[in-house]
């Protein structure tokens, strides 16, 4: 069977919906596999004429052949095709590694009857084949059985591995709390102990999960900094930081905490944002003694930065965000109506948001890119994630919109890749098994349509305006196919399941 028989099967798949029923009913299968849905593994499969991005900031090269045997790629040296070989001809398309997004929720609190497979199947369509799910401790159950499911192939998912929120009262119940994690299989401490104040919490946290052999990556508190900010806590041992809360605090001088306003609340997220935009210009200028200092601390420690510019960036344009065309075909309801400026849902803060406030953010920006950008320069890791189904930021998108932003701070478009594969593997601790086409690895690739050295919008489901002979502008490129662990999906595919699913959900409101 030649691939154009695959392609058919493809479009021939059954859409499964899962209906909107409540946390309770969303403990099931999130997309049961069917035989429509991914084709694959093969004996072997050939995807030739092929651009090749192989990772490791290496160019492109090509016109190639690159041959997956089961669920691993094999070396193409001395090649010799096969007639029952499964073929996919890639002439115009490049092939990269599968992209990883290593900060997911698919059910948070806000929009918990979301359909699981809805945001799978969009980063699916994207491109991205691996997913680190950040649940906190009452969910880690359906993230798990989402993890074991993905591994065995069983339904249309990344893969997934599983980062728990652990918090805690006490220094015994947070300890407590992360050794139960790790009995339940969790693989990191996504969010740490940051509802609470209290320091030796949070320090005892963190010393548990060392002892368990557990990786941590902390969404810190802002209200915790003047005692325990991002430095500390890399000194007592957490490996990452996710968005950047508690990092301006440490690049300070003359000025131990946030200049907040008279009458400041922080527990009004209208106001803790306002702020958050002009925190970063009461830090010591890029380059200076200090700023140096603690990027060369931050460089000694190993310490992983995984900045999610894309969730905020509404802060900073929102009416560009809140506008994005892909937002007409591809944003579910339940989604949707978490983003509405709104005093009562959480993160829906933009009522009375000014253009003052917009450009202290595009300042705010201007900085944080800056010192981003400079640690990569010295070698420290930097890693694509997003957070996606916050702030007019959704599911695949955002890890695109991620990419072109850091681009935008510096970023070379082979550096941006690399932070979405091999340097996110590495955070995973999966870089000997993805982030790279090598031989041996798993088979998780992305085929698309256009060269995404020369634009990043390649990516984008639905495609990108592009002039044509006859000098229309007709939407062209796009994640043409994605492979994971040597399963072929038609993203294609994939973005007509959700479109169809979008349409029926706007249709029972």
Known sequence: MRFAAI????????????????????????????AGQGQGPFKRLVITNVMLIRGHSMPASGPATLVIEGNRLVSSAGFTPRPDDQVIDATGLYALPGLIDTHVRLIDGGYESLPPDYGLKLLLAHGVTAIASMQDLSRVDWALRLQRQSAANEIVAPRVQ????????????????????????????GEGSVYTNNVEVMR??????????????????????????????????????????CLPEVLFEGQTHPHYPPGFNFSDDRQRFAAAGRLWKQTAPPHSPHWNKVLDEFLALDFTFEPTFSVYEAHRDYMRASRAEWHDAYLHP?????????TT??????????????AEWRNNFRLWMAFVNEYKNRGGRVI?????????????FGLIRNLEMLQEAGFSTLEALDAATIKSAEHLGLQASIGSLETGKLADVVLVAGNPLTDLKAFYAGGTLRLQPDGSAKKQGGVRYTIKDGIVYDAHGLLREVEQMVSEARARR
């Open 334 to 342: 339940l989604l949707e109506k978490t983003f509405i400026p709104s």
């Open 7 to 34: 392609k058919r099967g493809l479009l021939l798949c059954a859409l499964l919906l899962v209906a909107p029923l409540g946390l309770a009913q969303q403990w099931q299968d999130a997309a049961p596999r069917q």
């Open 345 to 358: 849902e959480r993160f829906s803060h933009f009522y009375d948001w000014t253009s003052t406030d917009e």
């Open 384 to 396: 694509a994630g997003t957070d996606a189904g916050f702030m007019w930021s959704n599911f695949g």
């Open 162 to 189: 599983v980062w728990a929120d652990v918090s805690g009262d006490s220094v015994e119940e947070v300890r407590a709390n992360v050794r139960v994690a790790k009995k339940r299989g969790v693989f990191g401490i």
């Open 204 to 245: 005892a946290g963190l010393d548990e999960a060392r002892k368990a052999g557990m990786r941590s990556h902390w969404h810190m508190s802002a209200s915790v900094a003047p005692r325990f900010n991002a430095l500390d806590a890399a000194r007592a041992g957490l490996n990452g930081l996710t968005h950047w809360y």
